[in-house]
């Protein structure tokens, strides 16, 4: 079984900076897919960003140069840091591990961006 553990959410305003972590525990190994979503009210839940085990890296167009996805292995932590923040990011944003063809996911985090 893996836990994921979602942190670092709150309220910023646009413009600023806020960095998400997401850690895991239990049967981990180093070959996942780690992946952040989001779901804002009333939209469905999109792909952020996601990194491989091996450190490759893709992003949403909506967040590319903004956002930047970095996993610490030793840690069993992936990061989001998240930098000028819009109001349109607001939204729970969850962590994903996709690991021998299973999905796991944390409970989420919200951030708020104000106007």
């Known amino acids: 079984q893996v836990q994921l553990v979602e942190s670092g959410g709150g309220l910023v305003q646009a413009g600023g900076s806020l960095r998400l972590s997401c850690a895991a525990s239990?049967?981990?190994?180093?070959?996942?897919?780690m992946a952040w979503y989001r779901q804002a009210p009333g939209k469905q839940r999109e792909l952020v960003a996601q990194i491989t085990s091996g450190g490759g890296t893709s992003y949403a167009d909506s967040v590319r140069g903004r956002f930047t996805i970095s996993r610490d292995n030793a840690k069993n932590t992936v990061y989001l840091q998240m930098n000028s923040l819009k109001s349109e990011d607001t939204a729970d944003y969850y962590c994903?591990?996709?690991?021998?063809?299973?999905?796991?996911w944390g409970q989420g985090t919200q951030v708020t961006v104000s106007s």
């Open positions: 239990g049967r981990i190994f180093s070959i996942n897919v």
């Open positions: 994903r591990m996709a690991r021998d063809g299973t999905i796991y």
